[in-house]
Structures are given as structure tokens and as C-alpha cells.
């Protein structure tokens, strides 16, 4: 029972943008906690792709860009290309629970 | 290098035990908080536990149930496993945290996973 939502998929044509949301609530995302994103790829651990709602780590493309506001955050994939179908995840901190918490994932097609 | 490898995961009968071992490299084990996320066949993720140096964490789902502990001098994350149960049948990642404070800890390296079967 994630506390974090996600739409289960979303798909684009190559060179569109897409973006995923994650919607959280005022004891995680809206108590200031920040979200990251992940990128997994069938058999394969996730990997991380954006950090502190809004940073990449390096080497990870600039077409990858995070944002946070209020109790919900996104991330944009603009310049969509075939490499990037793969499952995405948010994460976050819950102060009500203690814990660290997943959205529910999103899988990427590219068309 | 970070490098991260477990092992330890399995076949088990339910109510049964296992211990998962995760090997560090690359990094100072002591200074950084770690956890274990796991991730049941075609679901989605789910943290499981963290230790740092003060009381670990667990989710709710495994509370009593799973340990987690280090062992700094070997470099060792583990995580012990009892009275099992098929819905804890899953992939098991041992990952480092990083950042600060605790709220905005995101899990910089991951290991490949071992996964832990619990047959009913």
C-alpha cells in the first residue's frame, strides 16, 4: 500500500516530452521531504536519476528533470527516446510513519 | 568503486529463517546510513529496513520479524529474516543512503539483489 501515487503508464512518440507525476500528502511530500526518482530496467536494479527533487547525479542526461510544489512532484522527460522505456519510481520520506516510502511506479513506453 | 553484493537469499517453507548478507566496498560502511529494499516478482519497490547509528528502522510489514544489523569491520550489512511468509517473496537490494537530514536520504548505489523465494 504505497503512500505515494503514481499513473501506471505513460507513452510517447521519440522527441516528445512526457511527464510523470507522484502525489504525495502533507506528512511526506508536503511535511518538506525530498523526492528522488529511479529508473529500472527489466531485470536490473533501479538506478537513481534525480536526487533532492531536483538534482542529477552525473551522468545522467539533462533530458531528465525533476520538480516539487506542495504535496505532489514530477519528472519530465523531454527528448524521448526508445533507451528511455523503462519503469520509473519516486521516493520519499513519511514522518507519520517513520519510514521511507515508493510511489507506485510508472512504466514508459516509447511509440 | 561503490560496490554493493549480496547473497544469503533462497528457498525457505514459510515460518522459516534466512540471513542476508550484503558486502560493501568503495566506502566507509560505518559513516553512511544503509537499507534493504525489496521488490516482489513484476511489483513495484518497497523499503524494508535501515540502520544508521541510531535505532533502525522497519516497515510495519516486518516489524518482529526482520533484523537488520552491520558489521562495520567486515564491511557487512545483513539482515535476518524470520517467521517468513510468501507475500515476503521477493528481490532483495541492499542499497547506501545518502544526504541529510534523515528526510531527504535517497539511495545512491544498489546492489544487483538475491532473491528470497517462501514457499507455502
Known amino acids: 500500500q504505497s503512500v505515494l501515487t503514481q499513473p501506471p503508464s505513460v507513452s510517447g512518440a521519440p522527441g516528445q516530452r512526457v511527464t510523470i507525476s507522484c502525489t504525495g500528502s502533507?506528512?511526506?511530500?508536503?511535511?518538506?521531504?525530498?523526492v528522488h526518482w529511479y529508473q529500472q530496467f527489466p531485470g536490473t536494479a533501479p538506478k537513481p536519476l534525480i536526487y533532492g527533487n531536483t538534482n542529477r547525479p552525473s551522468g545522467v542526461p539533462d533530458r531528465f528533470t525533476g520538480s516539487k510544489s506542495g504535496t505532489s512532484a514530477s519528472l519530465a522527460i523531454t527528448g524521448l527516446q526508445a533507451e528511455d522505456e523503462a519503469d520509473y519510481y519516486c521516493?520519499?520520506?513519511?514522518?507519520?510513519?517513520?519510514?521511507?516510502?515508493f510511489g507506485t511506479g510508472t512504466k514508459v513506453t516509447v511509440l | 568503486e561503490v560496490q554493493l553484493l549480496e547473497s544469503g537469499g533462497g528457498l525457505v517453507q514459510s515460518g522459516g529463517s534466512l540471513r542476508l548478507s550484503c558486502v560493501a566496498s568503495g566506502f566507509t560502511v560505518s559513516a553512511f546510513a544503509m537499507s534493504w529494499v525489496r521488490q516482489a516478482p513484476g511489483k513495484g519497490l518497497e523499503w524494508v529496513s535501515l540502520?544508521?547509528?541510531?535505532?533502525?528502522l522497519y516497515t510495519e510489514s516486518v516489524k518482529g520479524r526482520f533484523t537488520i544489523s552491520r558489521d562495520t569491520s567486515r564491511r557487512t550489512l545483513y539482515l535476518q529474516m524470520n517467521s517468513l511468509r510468501a507475500e515476503d517473496t521477493a528481490m532483495y537490494y541492499c542499497?547506501?543512503?545518502?544526504?541529510?537530514?534523515?528526510?531527504?536520504?535517497?539511495?545512491?548505489?544498489w546492489g544487483r539483489g538475491t532473491l528470497v523465494t517462501v514457499s507455502s
Open positions: 542499497t547506501k543512503m545518502e544526504g541529510h537530514p534523515m528526510n531527504k536520504w535517497w539511495l545512491d548505489y
Open positions: 521516493q520519499s520520506y513519511d514522518s507519520s510513519l517513520t519510514a521511507y516510502v
Open positions: 502533507s506528512s511526506n511530500i508536503g511535511a518538506g521531504s525530498d
Open positions: 540502520v544508521t547509528g541510531t535505532t533502525p
